[in-house]
């Protein structure tokens, strides 16, 4: 299994961002996927994740800004962010989870300037 994480970069506050993760070696159909991201030193947090069936779910910090999203036709899964803050500055990973098994890609930097 691989997760191939993009979309990372530099950008000034209130812009927007596309991280996008593709996944080969699963079953993509069935997966649930999620994002994730962390800061040295720190946990690792939950962002977002998303069920085979499309159900979502956001950590509050990012209710009303990121969308997750999924493509099964390209094994691909989505962050949209929006209206970025310096403090969403991370590293951030996607992942898949059961029934198809915890899975990591690398990670790809958000870096917002304020």
């Known amino acids: 299994v691989q997760l191939q994480a993009f979309g990372g970069g530099l950008v000034q506050a209130g812009g927007s961002l596309r991280l996008s993760c593709t996944a080969s070696?699963?079953?993509?159909?069935?997966?649930?996927m999620g994002w994730y991201r962390q800061v040295p030193g720190k946990q690792r947090e939950m962002v977002a994740t998303i069920t085979y069936d499309g159900t979502t779910n956001y950590v509050d910090d990012a209710k009303g800004r990121f969308t997750i999203s999924r493509d099964n036709a390209k094994n691909t899964v989505y962050l949209q962010m929006n209206s970025l803050k310096p403090e969403d500055t991370d590293v951030y990973y996607c992942?898949?989870?059961?029934?198809?098994?915890?899975?990591w890609g690398q990670g790809t930097l958000v870096t917002v300037s304020s």
């Open positions: 992942n898949s989870y059961p029934p198809v098994g915890w899975y």
């Open positions: 070696g699963m079953v993509f159909d069935v997966a649930g």
